[in-house]
């Protein structure tokens, strides 16, 4: 109706509620300080009570019926207890240079470009370490593309080769010529399906089964995965890349464990007879 007018204020400054977790700042800061605010949202996601702190505090509603993934489903990991051994690859989601409009607007509503590490094994996934930046920055992904890449022993990096992403791969080759670093780069498939479709089947499968992994202060990814779904009007960069990571890794053929394949290799040596002139 036109003769009503809305406002909502959040426990976040308009600037920063759509920033990563660890760049918000509070609105009410001598109420609220945001390094308290930050823990709060942490716990609140850990705890799966993030629809509840959304409502609350961020002045969201998020409707369960209409999510994609439920909030259990995701498993948590300790930074020292991952398995040794892992299969990891790197995904980026990067975004095309900034328009005229974007740029006045200082990227108001801009897509971040996503970086994520994802792990694979004995048949449990897991999102082990991701990077979010807003803007075009070539630069700053080919930095974050070797430290992530160094850190994490990576098989390869996967990115879609259309459009600007076909631009990205050259200038990530580019650089590795110059540092003398080298990262197989793979091109994924260009998927015509929806975005929705897409990360929803790549995602519920394994997670629906208890077979995602994350640590707990992956807050941004949490977010993003607990309010997925149909309407969803957030950021969805971050779980995009996941998305693509883990369509990577899942393989049908590596379902089983080692201890499994090691039962099915006979082991029984075969007689050799060498035959002298």
């Known amino acids: 109706s036109q003769e009503w007018h809305t406002e909502s204020f959040g426990c976040w400054t308009k600037e920063t509620e759509d920033l990563p977790a660890e760049q918000q700042e509070s609105a009410w800061p001598e109420l609220f300080p945001t390094a308290i605010l930050r823990e709060r949202k942490a716990h609140a996601i850990a705890d799966n009570r993030y629809s509840i702190f959304a409502r609350e505090m961020e002045c ?17 990991f300790e930074p020292d207890s991952l398995p040794k051994g892992m299969q990891c690859v790197l995904a980026i989601d990067p975004v095309p240079p900034p328009s005229d409009k974007q740029t006045a607007k200082a990227l108001a509503g801009k897509d ?30 080919a930095a974050m593309m070797f430290e992530l890449g160094l850190k994490w022993r990576i098989m390869r990096v996967v990115v879609e080769t259309v459009a600007y992403q076909r631009v990205l791969k050259w200038i990530l080759e580019k650089e590795m010529q110059r540092r003398g670093i080298y990262f197989a780069i793979k091109d994924a498939k260009s998927d015509k399906r929806g975005k929705l479709v897409r990360i929803t089947t790549s995602l519920s499968g394994i997670a629906s089964q208890g077979h995602l992994w994350c640590d707990a202060r992956h807050v ?26 883990i369509s990577e890794l899942t393989n049908p053929f590596l379902e089983l464990g080692t201890d499994e394949y090691e039962e099915l290799i006979p082991t029984e040596k075969f007689p050799m007879a060498r035959a002298c002139p």
């Open 112 to 141: 971040f470009e996503a970086l994520a590490v994802l792990g694979r094994y004995r048949g449990e996934y897991y999102v082990l370490d991701y990077r979010i930046g807003r803007g075009h920055e070539p630069n700053w992904t």
């Open 220 to 245: 941004d990814f949490l977010v993003q995965f607990q309010n997925y779904g149909p309407g969803y009007k957030g950021h969805d960069d971050l779980l995009d890349a996941v998305a693509t990571g």
């Open 60 to 76: 969201k509603l998020v409707a369960a019926e209409s999510l994609s993934f439920r909030p259990n489903w995701i498993r948590f």
